[in-house]
């Protein structure tokens, strides 16, 4: 074994054991003692952790990532760690076929505009079926709660070049607001900055202030994407991601205001090196499409961005989230050091008492159902319609948490993996997966009680919990809820009928 993984090795165990005597020590597990730092590992998420934007607000933070489908979620947690185990919920799903899928690179910025302090939750969206008409657009909240409730509040684009354009971000100079974002001009994905006249809309036309042109740019595309804003001592930057997403050269970029007209190309300078690239001894490839949050007690920066955890990992839902602590240089620009290994443990944020309540995320039992309708068939999501199938590729699909109900814990609630916020549950009588959006009406319809199978008692059958003789079963030849009576044929009863395994 080498040397990191000995010294890895090492640290897990010594966090296992100050896990353990945190845990005996303070009254609450997830907790560490009074007066102990919080400790934590990456990643904060085993799938689905592309382009994080992670804020720190009002005692909790909050989590949200890439989904590439047509809803947008969002994480919370009072510590860090525990986002590991926090449950995404659904802030906006979206049926128009002009915006509805390929949600990407979600980011929430809390700005004071013309209806008062509100959150405007930014990510890229376009058509079924193609990239081609990605464009950016905004939601509004209701109040000042980062879950919202929102409502669309529209497209944003420069009426002069309304064309292709991704990863939209704000930038705040004096009391003036920018848009930034990424869109295509001949070969190159380059970086664009507009005046704003409200947090919805643009008010002049877009200037390109950054092209990939060193060679750490032009790895597998030429691509600079993912802008984001960063201020310190009265110094503004826009860091960036640069080279094509799906190799393991993507890494950050910088660039410098140096204090002209924002609107002017020659106001940002462009730091000649990359910022923050993969670390093969750390295990880390392809890190970028970052956000910046905050400690609790405001003390300290930290940055949370994504990472695959081989050279082959590509541009898809396998990328994860992490985050570190970041420093200042002498001359005020940031240092944001090497990434940190998966599983190497590191202090929470200063302020922050939480513990990883998942040290090892393999210790959440995984679960399949294997179907008595035909042999070695399983219960399988495909997107999020329910089938039964025997050849299940990949085999992820067929494999859930099975968590205490939702609605009761004396129930259960099954939840898919690489479908991290959706569960099981019926809805009129199909059966789908969903995301949850946090309510009473979806908990009840997304806990089942385990029964003795109605085929086997030795098997089970999972009957719906606010419709009592309804059970996860086939009819007309799909999954669905269907009631079983005195009258039901043995087809029937074993087309409801399951083992739960390993
Ligand atoms: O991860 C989806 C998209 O891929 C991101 O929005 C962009 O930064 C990258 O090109």
Redesign the pocket.
Known sequence: MNNRKLRNRFMLLSVVILLMLAVTMSPISGQSADGQPGILTNPLNIYGG??PWLQYYDGTYYLAT?T?RSELLMSKSETLAGLKAAIPQLIYAEIDPSRCCNM??PEFHLLAGPNGLRWYYYY?AGSSGTLDNQRTHVLESAGIDPLGPYTYKGRIFDSTNDGWA??SSILTLGDALYFLF?SWVGGNQSLFIAPMSDPWTISGVRVLISEPEYAWERVGLN?N??PVALTNEGQTYIIY?ASY?ATPDYALGMLTYNGGDPLQRTSWDKHPEPVFARADAEGVFGPG?NGFFQSPDGTENWIVYHANDNDEGG?DDR?TTRVQRFTWNADGTPDFGTPVALGEPIAAPAGDVGIDPVPEFAQLPVYRFRSMIYDDSYLRHTDVYVSVAVTVDPVVDSQFYVIPGLADPAAVSIRSINLPSYFLRHEGNSILFAPSDGTEAFAASATWWRRDGLANSDWISLEAFDQPGRFIGKQFGIMALVAITENSTQIMREDATFIQEP
């Open positions: 592309a382009d890439t590439g990407w690179a890229s991704i990863d990424s691509v994407e993912g991601s997403c499409h541009c990328r």
